[in-house]
């Protein structure tokens, strides 16, 4: 391990953790593999709109991943990739939402008798191990209603990150700012040490 001395300069790269570790993104990992084993079960070969809900389920899970990387070297990076995340998400709810209106199948809202118990699986940690076999038993509408759960779970948890993000880049600034903050810092301990 290294230690800096008194006269070192402070890092001025923000450390973040593994996106992987993220729960927002082990959530969009989720909904891109359902997106993907649903558009091939349920959407007719050649139907566009199959490649349209497999990007954006990708997009979403793909811009948290690069936002996330980006997050060392620019806020505005991170904040601008996780803000297309959202909207890809945004962008898949109304596919699932448009498929369940115009087969005339019931969206589950909070009074639907299946509503929290859908819920209370989406949020478990025991999706992550068993969503691939529990697809394989759901029928179109379950599938289109789960998916529709974890997006506003994504969405949710994505606009709380936004928020944390935001008050990050007020109070730290971008890189520049914080590369010129180091240079200052570093500047008067050798004028001290002198």
Not at 28 to 41: A, L, S
Not at 56 to 61: D, F, I, M, V, Y
Not at 134 to 144: A, P, S, T, V
Request: glycine share 4%.
């Amino acid at each position: 391990m290294q230690h800096h001395n008194q006269n070192s300069p402070q890092p001025f790269l923000s450390h973040h953790g593994h996106y992987r570790n993220l729960r927002v993104y082990q959530v969009t990992e989720i909904i891109y593999d359902i997106t993907f084993y649903f558009t091939q079960h349920y959407l007719q070969k050649g139907d566009r709109t199959i490649d349209q809900m497999v990007q954006a389920a990708r997009s979403g899970k793909q811009n948290i991943a690069e936002g996330n990387q980006a997050a060392a070297t620019s806020g505005e990076t991170e904040i601008k990739l996780t803000n297309v995340a959202k909207a890809s998400l945004e962008e898949l709810l109304d596919d699932y939402e448009d498929y369940l209106r115009v087969r005339e199948l019931e969206q589950w809202g909070a009074t639907h008798p299946r509503y929290d118990k859908m819920r209370r699986y989406a949020q478990s940690d025991y999706i992550r191990t068993n969503y691939a076999l529990m697809l394989q038993k759901m029928n179109d509408e379950e599938i289109c209603n789960l998916c529709i759960t974890l997006i506003h779970q994504a969405m949710y948890m994505l606009h709380k990150l936004l928020i944390t993000m935001q008050q990050r880049f007020v109070a730290e600034g971008g890189i520049k700012e914080r590369m010129y903050k180091a240079r200052v810092e570093y500047r008067n301990s050798q004028r001290k040490s002198e």
